[in-house]
Nanobody
């Protein structure tokens, strides 16, 4: 079992930055691929980024590539999402999730955090 707790969400103006954190329990954190997803009201949960293993492999959705950076600290069981140049279209609840294998499909992830709200004002 893996328990995930996100933090770092909030209200920011367009063009601003936020850094999300996701703290994980368990001694096998490094064996999981970690993903960030987001869900806006009335929309399906959307892939944002994923990071595998020690962090050498990262993947992003086209909508965030070049603006967001996913990273992980396996010693502290934490994954981060640095979000820069935020736009109102980035407004959503952001979730971190864990899976044994690489995937961009939220249905492949086994463990989820409770989510953290990110609101970007224009």
């Amino acid at each position: 079992q893996v328990q995930l707790v996100e933090s770092g969400g909030g209200l920011v103006q367009a063009g601003g930055s936020l850094r999300l954190s996701c703290a994980a329990s368990g001694r096998t954190f490094s064996s999981y691929a970690m993903g960030w997803f987001r869900q806006a009201p009335g929309k399906e949960r959307e892939f944002v980024a994923t990071i595998i293993g020690r962090g050498s492999n990262t993947y992003y959705s086209d909508s965030v590539k070049g603006r967001f950076t996913i990273s992980r600290d396996n010693a502290n069981n934490t994954v981060y999402l640095q979000m820069n140049s935020l736009t109102p279209e980035d407004t959503a609840v952001y979730y971190c999730a864990a899976t044994r294998g690489y995937s961009r499909d939220y249905r492949s992830y086994d463990f989820w955090g409770q989510g953290t709200q990110v609101t970007v004002s224009s």
